[in-house]
């Protein structure tokens, strides 16, 4: 493939990827998905050379995917041009009947010359079969463009399928000189924005952990009050139930995503468990003298981000395990 048609096709697979992330509550437990049409351009007055046709992203689950809504927005005088025209879609088309009928099957009735996929699908039902049915039916098939940033789209819907468990999110606050509370006292170390931040990522994920003295201590409500969107379920960990067990039930009960925000032991039995995907630590401005240590990150993290806000550090990191 020559360089300049790789730039193209990354240049519309980055706009998929931009339409997917405006799913990231409705399409749940599906995963994010983003389609445009490109068609080439025969007038020699324009200094394009192709303009998009149709776009759209799996708004809600159930409902129709991003494929789908990429053609209904068509306009009658442009269906003629589906037969060059080239469909982008961040993840493989679909080939199996769900709760809609496989958009593997649109694609080929429309007649698409082209299509580019980001990612293979890694849900059972689909895993290549969607692109070997557009293959078999002689359309020209080019997969893993921006793959890397396709799967860390849906890193949730990944680690769900791929590990048979929840994306696992551990978080914590701490004071400037590294401590989570004051000889044993709940503090307050976020500010205003980072709240209202802690509040956006809870309505983004699917469950939210405590251990049982982090609840029976702060008795913390754990939703979304300063954001909009679900609360997440709510889940507390206990000698009871080994953390192998409770990790299992929520990947029988459908729960691809989970932030952990308990105390340091909940934290440090997830990371010598090797169960994290990524950690958030947001360190304050304020010091204590003395009180319970932050947990020890582990060594194969990658910094991700670091954003200041106000008084306030928030970093990001993924485990390199991930392959980002």
Not at 306 to 312: G, K, P, V, W, Y
Request: some cysteine; glycine content about 8%; charged content about 20%.
């Amino acid at each position: 493939m020559e360089k300049n048609q790789i730039t193209i096709d990354e240049k519309y697979m980055r706009r998929c990827i931009q339409l997917a992330e405006n799913g990231i509550q409705g399409a749940r437990p599906n995963p994010m998905v983003g389609a445009v049409i490109v068609a080439p351009l025969t007038s020699h007055l324009s200094p394009l050379t192709s303009r998009i046709i149709g776009e759209g992203y799996h708004v809600r689950c159930g409902e129709g995917h991003a494929e789908v809504n990429a053609f209904s927005s068509v306009r009658p005088e442009d269906e003629p041009m589906l037969k060059d025209a080239t469909l982008y879609v961040s993840l493989e088309p679909c080939s199996h009947y769900g709760k809609t009928p496989p958009c593997a099957d649109l694609i080929i009735k429309k007649g698409v010359r082209r299509v580019v996929v980001g990612t293979i699908d890694p849900f059972a039902e689909v895993q290549g079969r969607g692109i070997k049915k557009l293959q078999d039916a002689g359309i020209n098939v080019t997969v893993g463009v921006l793959e890397k940033e396709c799967q860390w789209l849906n890193r949730r819907f990944f680690t769900y399928h791929s590990k048979h468990r929840p994306y696992i999110i551990l978080k914590w606050a701490q004071t400037a000189n590294g401590f989570i509370d004051d000889n044993g006292r709940a503090l307050q170390i976020s500010n205003e924005q980072t709240q209202m931040l802690s509040h956006q990522l809870r309505a983004e994920e699917d469950a939210i952990l405590v251990g049982h003295t982090t609840d029976a201590r702060e008795h913390p409500q754990l939703t979304v009050r300063h954001w909009h969107g679900p609360n997440p379920k709510r889940v507390v960990l206990t000698h009871q139930r080994p953390l192998s067990q409770l990790i299992d039930d929520l990947y029988q009960q459908g729960i691809q995503s989970l932030i952990v925000e308990g105390g340091r032991q909940t934290h440090e039995s997830f990371i010598q468990a090797g169960l994290w995907d990524e950690i958030r630590v947001e360190t304050g401005a304020i010091t204590v003298t003395d009180g319970t240590c932050a947990p020890q990150l582990p060594a194969n993290v990658s910094l991700l981000s670091r954003d200041i806000f106000a008084s306030n550090t928030l970093c990001r990191y993924v485990s390199t395990n991930f392959g980002r």
